[in-house]
């Protein structure tokens, strides 16, 4: 008899217990167990973000899949997906690699999490900070008291807030990248973008707590980028495996938020432009949804009256929660 571990009975009715040490937690990534190459070749990870951890080529090469749709967020990252296609995808200069490598889908777009530091704002006049965060945190549907609170503690922290930056321009970029990537005769699409109705923005760096006393410095919209990327939790996830009790730092000083939630109608349109986008371009999308089913379903039925001819040719990859 050889000393390996054969799976039995037992475990052969119940793979999921192979599959996930907790129930409520994925499997570590680097210790799973992959399918064979030729399987693995097969598959594509259709929703990873590997510009937000550090990585070596030689992972990149060795990853196995068949593809990868690496997203984009936030105003900081767009640059860095393009180089990751640029650099692991394949196109019209890389023939050779096609059958090798793994293909890279660059994904450009605003994800819902970062949307409250965009502006809607079509003009050329300066932006008023303090009406769009308000317009952004404090609906007109709230209680008087309820509306005041909100004031009072937007008032204490608002200087932490980055000078919000427009829209417009953002898109005119996402287009360019868009079109620039279909030129190299790589794979495109537009994400991750979405709505979420349950995210709240954290108290801004500098902020010791949630009173907000410690007030120091304006942030840039990188680090506020950079402080909101800090909560996801995927990236929660991957400093407890590499290291549980830096990460139990980082939790309790990252997961203070504020009452505030970007307004569904704020995110709506941030998404419906970027959909514009995607429609203009002619490439897929790929889609973030926390609570917020219903106004996706209602979000076609808009396009549809807009883009009769193109919106049957718009496919979502759909990560509904
Ligand atoms: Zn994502």
């Known amino acids: 008899m050889c000393g390996q571990d054969h799976p039995t009975a037992e475990t052969n009715s119940r793979p999921h217990r192979q ?33 937000d951890l550090p990585f070596s080529t030689a992972q990149v090469k060795n990853v196995g899949l068949g593809g990868l749709a690496a997203m984009a967020t936030r105003v900081h990252d767009q640059q860095l997906v393009e180089s990751f296609g640029e650099t692991y995808g394949s196109g019209k200069d890389k023939v050779d690699d096609e059958d090798e490598n793994t293909q890279v889908v660059a994904c450009f777009g605003y994800h819902p999490w970062f949307s409250h530091l965009l502006s809607l704002d079509t003009s050329k006049d300066p932006l008023d900070k303090q009406q769009h965060y308000e317009s952004i945190f404090i ?74 006393t410690a007030h120091t410095t304006t942030t ?26 830096a990460a139990a730092k980082t939790k309790t000083k990252t997961k203070t938020l504020t009452p505030f939630t970007t307004s569904t109608a704020h995110q709506l349109r941030v998404l419906e432009l970027q959909f514009q986008v995607a429609l203009d371009c002619g490439v897929n999308v790929s889609l973030h949804s926390v609570k917020a089913q219903g106004k996706l379903l209602v979000l076609p039925l808009f396009l549809h009256r807009t883009h009769i001819p193109l919106i049957c040719r718009l496919p979502m990859n759909l990560g509904v929660r």
Not at 23 to 36: F, N
Not at 154 to 162: D, E, K, V, Y
Not at 220 to 245: F, G, H, S, Y
Request: glycine fraction near 6%; proline fraction near 11%.
């Open 19 to 51: 599959l996930f040490q907790k129930e409520d937690e994925p499997p570590d990534w680097r210790t799973i167990a992959l399918p064979a190459p030729a399987v693995l070749k097969l598959l594509t990870d259709s929703h990873c973000h590997p510009t």
């Open 139 to 212: 609906p007109s549907s709230l209680s008087p008291s309820k509306k005041d609170e909100y004031h009072q503690i937007l008032s204490r922290i608002i200087h932490l807030f980055p000078e919000p930056v427009r829209l417009g321009p953002l898109l005119v970029d996402m287009g360019q990248r868009i079109r620039r990537t279909l030129g190299r005769g790589q794979k495109v699409m537009v994400g991750e973008i979405g709505l979420d109705r349950s995210f709240r923005i954290p108290y801004p760096p500098n902020s010791t707590d949630s009173e907000g």
């Open 220 to 245: 840039t919209v990188e680090d506020a980028e950079n402080a909101i990327a800090a909560t996801a939790p995927e990236k929660e996830l991957a400093e407890k495996q590499d290291n549980p009790a």
